[in-house]
Antibody, heavy 117, light 111 residues
């Protein structure tokens, strides 16, 4: 059974960079695309981007200039960096496994990141 | 404002059938892109409910079904149960935005 677990700071200051890690267990990170999705408190879901271990990555154009997604195959981990954050970036951040027809079948528990000084 | 439009809320009594609509356009559902559905129980992670328009992952009861026609899609839940009370999201790809997109979500209340 594939399991995903997000980790990282729960509080980030405005204008700084948000950094999160997703550890994948129960399967190899080299077999699929892996994605980040976020959900502001009380609001809907927003796709951030996804990446394949060999380098192919795709981002939401609305966030592309601020997003970096990377994969560390030695640790079976996916990472997210979101730069120049504002309060609007406060959200629960999920990592998820993307399947070929663009759906997400396994999700992490989510990590709440608050942007505040 | 999402390019996939869902009603903010729907409700039904136990045992009834409810449907949740997801309305798109020629750049997403109308272009032939698949629609997928997720269930998010209160305080929990989204769970895949329907993929590729109408397929159910293993473990999802057959009370849940999906359909797509033209620029619209729907999720039907029959034999409504109290534990179905949740938020439901549709998701697809939009070629104009070059982005995966989610609907705004629909809150299902079981009366």
């Amino acid at each position: 059974q594939v399991q995903l677990q997000e980790s990282g700071p729960g509080l980030v200051k405005p204008s700084e960079t948000l950094s999160l890690t997703c550890t994948v267990s129960g399967g190899s990170i080299t077999s699929y695309y892996w994605s980040w999705i976020r959900q502001p408190p009380g609001k809907g879901l927003e796709w951030i981007g996804y990446m394949y271990y060999s380098g192919g990555s795709y981002h939401n154009p609305s966030l592309e200039s601020r997003v970096t997604i990377s994969v560390d195959t030695s640790k079976n981990q996916l990472s997210l960096k979101l730069s120049s954050v504002t309060a609007a970036d406060t959200a629960v951040y999920y990592c998820a496994r993307r399947r070929t027809t663009d759906y997400f079948d396994y999700w992490g528990q989510g990590a709440l990141v608050t942007v505040s000084s | 404002q999402s390019v996939l439009t869902q009603p903010p809320s729907v409700s039904g009594a136990p045992g009834q059938r409810v449907t949740i609509s997801c309305s798109g356009s020629s750049s997403n559902l109308g272009a032939g892109y698949y629609v997928h559905w997720y269930q998010q129980l209160p305080g929990t992670t989204p769970k895949l409910l329907i993929y590729a328009n109408s397929s159910r992952p293993s473990g999802v009861p057959d009370r849940f079904s999906g359909a797509k026609s033209g620029t619209s899609a729907s999720l039907a839940i029959t034999g409504l149960q109290a534990e179905d009370e949740a938020d439901y999201y549709c998701q697809s790809y939009d070629s104009s935005l070059s982005s995966l997109v989610f609907g705004g979500g629909t809150k299902l209340t079981v009366l």
